[in-house]
């Protein structure tokens, strides 16, 4: 299996997954979106906020999302919605969550929803959430990546705690314009570029796995074969 090219769209981020196969066609059209600038806030938020919920508890099977903090996104960023009992938080991504070289950066349609465990909630997701209140301030791509470089540095943001991971189990997803609902999937943050060790990306390997430098972490990606309702998701193409 050759490398793949995997941009992060939710941060952990919403991502853009070319497969095997499909690599040029699926690059060509995401290329053919867009999305230049900001769109209007407005396209971005999610009018009715028990929709919002529902959505980001689809994530994670109700075992985990039932108990869940979650949080919802606002004119100034995402506030919590819900209070949880076990330590998870599930929200909506939007399409910052990608890194900011990725051509859908800026796509309002994108709708990532996804479960943080509780090491990822405390070290991973303050991450997008800093992101997204510099991307409500009005702030450039640029700023964005600088104001989080230095947020880094400064230990402002917390290091990341060993277990972090997610779920993205959300039948309803919309990734990017060329992976809308994709496959259901779990992720698991290391700092640092880990996927060497992981045997990612090797001929056979059930495990992909991508650089993310702007959040200074590895981002491996496992598929699993069922949406968080139990159904059975489509099989995998090799």
């Known amino acids: 299996m050759q490398k793949k090219t995997i941009r992060f769209l939710p941060l952990a981020f919403l991502l853009h997954v070319v497969l095997p196969g499909a690599i040029c066609q699926a690059r060509t059209q995401a290329e053919k979106a867009s999305y230049p600038a900001m769109a209007a806030v407005a396209q971005y938020l999610i009018p009715d906020r028990n929709s919002e919920i529902a959505l980001a508890r689809s994530a994670a099977p109700p075992s985990i999302s039932d108990g869940a903090e979650v949080m919802v996104l606002g004119p100034k960023g995402f506030t919590t919605a819900v209070k949880g009992t076990n330590g998870f938080l599930c929200l909506v991504e939007r399409s910052w969550g990608a890194a900011t070289d990725e051509p859908e950066f800026w796509n309002p349609k994108v709708r990532s929803p996804i479960c943080f465990n509780p090491p990822a909630a405390r070290t991973f997701a303050p991450i997008f959430l800093m992101k997204t209140k510099l991307v409500m301030a009005g702030?450039?791509?640029?700023?964005?990546?600088?104001?989080?470089?230095?947020?880094?540095?400064?230990?402002?943001?917390?290091?990341?705690?060993?277990?972090?991971?997610?779920?993205?189990?959300?039948?309803?997803?919309?990734?990017s314009d060329s992976g809308m609902s994709w496959h259901p999937h779990l992720m698991f943050f290391v700092s640092g570029d880990a996927a060497k060790s992981w045997g990612a990306n090797l001929a056979g390997s059930p495990v992909i796995a991508a650089d993310d430098p702007e959040e200074r972490a590895t981002i491996f990606l496992v598929w699993v074969g069922k949406w968080s309702d139990g159904t059975l998701a489509p099989p995998i193409v090799h």
């Not at 700023?143 to 540095?153: F, H, N, R």
């Open 139 to 175: 702030e450039s791509k640029t700023e964005i990546v600088k104001e989080t470089a230095s947020a880094l540095d400064k230990k402002e943001l917390p290091e990341l705690e060993p277990g972090a991971m997610a779920y993205m189990l959300s039948k309803q997803q919309y990734l």
